[in-house]
């Protein structure tokens, strides 16, 4: 395995392990930023020694097993820590061997109610909603600055500083590392739910790198979604996010071919859809509109999802009501990126034609700018007017836009099939 086989394989359990090492440790030395901090020592450390020594046939455990060590050797000389660290920093020089059991068990337990603390404590209602999305993104999601930037749509710079203030805030006011109360669950699932979306977003269609799917993050975000909908029975909004989470993460081992290249919806073989996954799918949404208030922004796309799993063939998808509820959305939650989704089910519903009239309204919209997908759909909705070379053109500019490799390569294979 050469250098950079061994940095790609680094970055991959990274992405996959950081949370739960994170949240763990942030368990132990309560703070989430000294946790990420010992959490990216680990990673430093295996940066160093895995180039020369190999992966290890456990490279999660290996980079648990060295942030534990550092989170000791933080104990160690650190005497202003809360009083279970102090008695933990005491035993370590007067009882190691138990010490260290102690905390070995407390990073070997069941990490998912950490992860659940984890999400809650980055969406304190402490910080700014941007701050809170940011930060948990960062920690739950493993995502770097550069890829949470993309996902918002604003400048690295912006999204950086909002994660070094986010933890300066969290560890000057002492933010407790718990589930919060239930008095103040309300106040801050908007934003978690925010986040959950998101992370499960970067894992269904991955922004960079060589992968079409992270399959762990799409996990991670539903399994946390489950969890909040038993926290939270009578949100919604809750069950609506569930909804589309299991409905989306149905498709996943229909969405990619042999050798990993992407396959979009329409060309899916449905059989391969986890039926089971979708009749979760369907039940959360039940729940949802059960609880009788109006629909929220996630239950609408809950039942977008609901509309495409429905659907046995491709033809028999109900575009129209696909477009309604994406007029609805729109309403609610009026964004650049609902209307080019909009734009694509009225282009299927009623003719391309009709379709691309929406799209050119988006052309000049300055948040699009640098957005893949907007030439992307620009470009099928020319093909199907068979205007072949505007639409090889704008499958090009996709290519060049997309920070994906799989969606490159086949963004410039519907270009090279073009006809002019």
Not at 73 to 95: I, M, P, S, Y
Not at 241 to 260: D, F, H, K
């Amino acid at each position: 395995m050469t250098a950079s086989d061994t940095h790609r394989a680094i970055d991959a359990v990274w992405r996959i392990e950081s949370a739960r090492i994170i949240a763990a440790l942030t368990r132990i030395v309560r703070d989430v930023g000294v946790a990420e901090e010992l959490a990216q020592d680990a990673l430093v450390i295996a940066l160093e020694k895995w180039p020369e020594s190999g992966v290890p046939d456990n490279p999660g455990a290996w980079l648990m097993a060295t942030a534990k060590h550092r989170a000791i050797d933080l104990l160690r000389r650190n005497k202003r820590l809360e009083t279970k660290q102090e008695q933990l920093g005491h035993e370590l020089e007067t009882a190691p061997d138990a010490a260290e059991a102690e905390i070995d068990a407390a990073l070997d337990d069941d990490v998912g109610d950490d992860l659940l603390r984890l999400m809650f404590i980055s969406c304190h209602p402490v910080l700014s909603t941007e701050a809170r999305v940011a930060l948990t993104l960062r920690l739950l999601g493993g995502l770097t600055t550069e890829e949470i930037a993309r996902a918002f749509l604003v400048p690295e710079p912006t999204v950086a500083q909002r994660i070094v203030r986010a933890k300066r805030t969290l560890a000057k006011k002492r933010i407790p590392f718990e589930v919060p109360p239930e008095a103040e669950r309300a106040a801050r699932l908007s934003s978690v739910l925010e986040v959950l979306y998101l992370v499960f977003n970067e894992g269904y269609s991955a922004t960079a790198g060589d992968d079409w799917m992270r399959p762990a993050l799409c996990q991670e975000a539903l399994r946390l979604g489950r969890i909040l909908a038993e926290l939270a029975p009578r949100e919604p909004e809750v069950h609506g996010l569930v909804a589309l989470m299991e409905i989306q993460a149905s498709r996943s081992s229909a969405r990619t071919g042999p050798s990993g290249e992407p396959i979009p919806l329409l060309e899916q073989n449905r059989g391969r859809w986890d039926q089971l996954l979708i009749r979760r799918g369907f039940a959360a949404l039940l729940r949802a509109e059960k609880a009788g208030a109006p629909l929220g922004p996630y239950v609408l796309q809950g039942a977008i999802a609901a509309c495409h799993a429905q659907a046995h063939r491709p033809e028999e998808t109900d575009w129209a009501r696909i477009a309604t509820l994406y007029q609805a959305l729109a309403l609610l939650t009026p964004s650049p990126v609902v209307e080019l989704n909009r734009a694509v089910a009225v282009g299927m519903a009623s003719g391309p034609a009709g379709g691309l009239e929406l799209v050119d309204r988006l052309v000049d919209e300055p948040s699009l700018r640098n957005y893949h997908l907007l030439p992307s759909v620009r470009a099928d909705l020319l093909s199907r007017l068979n205007r072949p070379g505007e639409a090889r053109v704008e499958y090009e500019r996709a290519a060049a836009l997309t920070r994906n490799e799989r969606e490159r390569a086949l963004l410039l294979d519907r270009a090279a099939a073009c006809e002019t």
